[in-house]
């Protein structure tokens, strides 16, 4: 299948809840080293686990990593609760402005354990999809230079910005399940996802065609952990991905990393391979990947979710990212 970006990016995704911001630093410039062409972090108030223990500020990080690297960025962002979308839409600018055409922003409807620390109350999915479509056409409008007054699920009151880029971001619809897939097609820039078995990636692909999406770009968050061996593999992912495997719903709505933690007590070793792809063979996460880029992918961001950092930059640099760019 046709590559639906001019430029194929094979990323590292910089885990801020797992990781220190200064080492999340060092392991960006240490990936561009090794060749990897693109990053991405996600934009969290909290951990998904208490193994994890971390939980940067995404988007002070990104200023300083941008800076220190040449590569494109990218986040995941949920406008609309713990952010209010002008505040979003000004910090976006900002970095456009000052790393023209280097980054991108996604937009999701959030999870509960990251917003609420506002008190707030939690919407139900429906109406935090349309917060979310509110929050993104204001973010527009404001990139366009209105002035912006809205009052509906948030409220702006002549909001300006005065301060914009030449060539504004790319607004990337954040999608798990099918549904919102077919969603995001009709409003966003492209689509990203997270790595699922082939069959239920083309699914995914498919409804985001489907929806409007056709022609779009498409990027893939993939979840995977590479060690020295299978049983570090294994029980690396294990360790620190094990509360991450949850239906949406449920990783939506829970309110705490000790509640995750929970939930995932009886989660079993092998139980992760399903969710995480598992493997100390270099090769077979290529043929891997190559499935996700013959979907049409054109951004695979790569989350090495052990702790094993710097093997991973420096193996997949050396067997694994060469292969797939050519």
């Keep these: 299948m046709k590559q639906q970006d001019s430029t194929l990016r094979i990323g590292y995704h910089a885990s801020h809840e797992q990781f220190k911001p200064s080492e999340l630093l060092r392991f960006v410039q240490q990936a561009e080293q090794a060749g990897f062409n693109a990053s ?71 999870q509960y354990i990251n917003e609420q620390i506002t008190g707030e109350h939690w919407p139900v999915k429906q109406d935090r999809n349309d917060r979310l479509k509110e929050c993104v056409d204001i973010i527009r409008a404001l990139w366009d230079g209105e002035t912006v007054t809205h009052h509906g699920l948030v409220t702006v ?30 409003w966003a820039d492209g689509m990203i996802t997270v790595s699922k078995p082939p069959k239920e990636l083309k699914k995914m692909v498919d409804a985001f065609h489907r929806g409007g999406g056709e022609g779009k770009p498409m990027y893939l968050k993939v979840q995977l952990s590479y060690a020295k061996d299978e049983k570090e593999a294994l029980q690396g992912a294990h360790e620190q991905w094990r509360s991450n495997i949850f239906p949406s719903a449920v990783l939506s709505d829970l309110r705490t990393a000790k509640q ?67």
């Design 157 to 186: 009151e002549e909001a300006k910005l005065w301060t914009r880029a030449k060539i504004a971001p790319k607004i990337i619809g954040a999608a798990i399940t099918e549904e919102t897939a077919e969603w995001v097609g009709s």
């Design 260 to 326: 995750l933690e929970q939930a995932a007590m009886f989660v079993r070793e092998e139980d992760l391979r399903a969710h995480v792809r598992i493997s100390s063979d270099p090769n077979q996460h290529v043929e891997w990947l190559q499935q996700d880029l013959d979907l049409g992918f054109s951004q695979l961001i790569l989350h090495n979710v052990n702790l094993q950092q710097e093997r991973f930059i420096e193996v997949f640099g050396d067997k694994v990212v060469p292969q797939l760019l050519g």
């Design 40 to 110: 991405m972090s996600s934009d969290h108030f909290a951990p998904w686990s208490l193994d994890q223990g971390e939980s940067g500020f995404a988007w002070s990080w990104l200023g300083a990593a941008m800076q220190a690297t040449q590569l494109p960025f990218g986040i995941v962002n949920a406008p609309g609760q713990r952010y209010h979308p002008a505040i979003i839409a000004q910090a976006a600018a900002t970095l456009a402005e000052m790393f023209p055409e280097r980054f991108w922003v996604a937009m999701g409807s959030g």
